[in-house]
């Protein structure tokens, strides 16, 4: 009888874990959770802190994107360093697709390209997932300035040399990157006034302390519209959605120049299969989302969606050339 007790027990508790096992009692999207990536809510570290560009794309992205994975996207901003600080957080954090950074070019090209000793390493300590929008600069000019376009600027500048200044959102930045890069292709130098961000640098645009300065579209169109500024070209490849008639360096007479901002969302190098294919199909179908497009058009941005393998391309690229432009300028960190 002890024995028959003792065979029944058992058949029960075989029962109870084979239930467990196949997630019996548990609806289909229960048991993909249960029983993989994503488990948990997953961590976006934005590198700056609020309201500024980069958090503003993580924050209109992390809704949709959570919804996909289904798991709470929690954006958390680790600012410091130029970016460096929130860059290492996640460059040492586990490879386990819960900890992901958003954040700009600047991390992946222009640190590296003025500190050789940085706490991360921009091709090694990461795994791209996806290009995610692309931030278009623009040269500005005093509205009194008898300069119209890149050609004019051009001429004016060979007549007297020494006569123009240039601001920018600082020392080391994108901005300051792509005026280099535009003066190096067009064969002028005006001298460099950094600014510590945006505003104070459009503050003296306007009240003409500068004759010039290269600044994001999404900070100049305010003052365009207003009609406080002139817009004389954009830097990036193509013409910005919410300034189509402004041309590009390129047009102006340099094919082939471009040198915009762009941002990209990274995991830590060694990312699990599992995790990295879901993480770059909801990124892909977050991108592809038309509130989410309206939103970062609305923010002055440019969505475009890349895959990792594109970002990486990106970086490879652009990096001897953010090095070879920081020698030649002498651009050195503050």
Not at 36 to 44: E, I
Not at 294 to 300: H, P, T
Request: net charge positive.
């Amino acid at each position: 009888m002890k024995c028959l007790q003792l065979v029944r027990r058992r058949r029960v508790v075989l029962l109870a874990a084979t239930v467990a096992g196949l997630g019996l009692g548990l609806g289909p999207l229960q048991r993909a959770h249960a029983d993989g990536y994503p488990a948990k809510p997953v961590q976006l570290v934005v590198p700056f802190p609020p309201g500024g560009a980069v958090d503003i794309v993580g924050r209109t992205i992390s809704k949709k994107l959570g919804d996909r994975l289904g798991q709470p996207i929690v954006v958390e901003n680790k600012a410091g360093a130029g970016t460096v600080v929130g860059a290492a957080y996640v460059a040492n954090a586990p490879a386990d697709g819960y900890t992901l950074l958003i954040s700009s070019g600047s991390t992946f090209t222009v640190n590296p390209a003025l500190n050789a000793k940085l706490p991360y390493d921009p091709v090694k300590s990461y795994e791209p997932i996806g290009l995610v929008a692309r931030v278009p600069l623009i040269l500005l000019a005093h509205r009194d300035v008898p300069v119209n376009n890149l050609r004019q600027l051009i001429a004016a500048v060979q007549r007297t040399p020494d006569k123009f200044s240039y601001g920018s959102f600082g020392n080391g930045t994108t901005g300051h990157f792509a005026a280099e890069l535009a003066w190096s292709a067009t064969g002028i130098k005006l001298l460099h006034v950094p600014y510590r961000g945006s505003a104070p640098a459009m503050a003296d645009l306007m009240g003409g302390q500068i004759p010039f300065t290269i600044d994001t579209v999404a900070a100049a169109l305010p003052q365009l519209k207003a009609g406080k500024i002139k817009a004389i070209a954009v830097t990036g490849a193509t013409r910005a959605t919410q300034l189509p008639d402004v041309p590009t360096v390129a047009e102006g007479g340099f094919p082939g120049f471009s040198a915009d901002s762009w941002l990209a969302v990274v995991a830590p190098r060694g990312l699990p299969a599992e995790a990295k294919a879901k993480l770059h199909k909801a990124l892909a179908d977050t991108l592809a989302d038309a509130e989410v497009r309206s939103k970062l058009l609305a923010a002055g941005l440019e969505p475009s969606y890349a895959n990792g393998d594109a970002v990486l391309a990106q970086i490879e690229d652009e990096l001897p050339r953010m090095r070879a432009i920081a020698q030649r300028a002498q651009i050195r960190a503050d």
